[in-house]
């Protein structure tokens, strides 16, 4: 899936969040917790605690757009020892999360094939 032309930095917000925060909320969590400005373009990654959920915020010059991902069988490999509360990712790194690979060690999610 491809959202953006050209991807800006990606930060990864390593704790788990109350997925009922939508938009709003999760602006607050970059500006206030991060220390990041929520409107430069830059990509935010947030995971539920029970790791089957992403959230990603960003910016686009006309408004906030937030897109969900769930996985159905699986949990996201998330960086929970890390002792940063936002990690910087690259664009590969991006790319294989939101394919259900692990970020840190590159091991994929079981695929599905529903009938």
């Known amino acids: 899936m491809l959202m953006f032309r050209e991807l800006p930095c990606v930060y990864l917000h390593r704790a788990p969040v109350d997925f009922r925060k939508s938009i709003n909320g999760l602006a607050v969590i970059v500006e206030q917790q991060l220390s990041l400005p929520a409107t430069d373009g830059s990509v935010f990654v947030f995971c539920n605690k029970g790791r089957d959920k992403l959230k990603i915020l960003y910016w686009d010059d006309t408004g906030f757009a937030l897109w969900h991902k769930r996985l159905e069988q699986d949990k996201f490999k998330w960086p929970i020892k ?8 690259s664009e590969q790194q991006f790319h ?20």
């Open 82 to 89: 890390s002792i940063d509360e936002c990690l910087s990712l």
């Open 96 to 115: 294989w999360l939101l394919s259900g690979f692990d970020v840190l060690g590159h091991q994929p999610v079981k695929g599905l094939s529903y009938s």
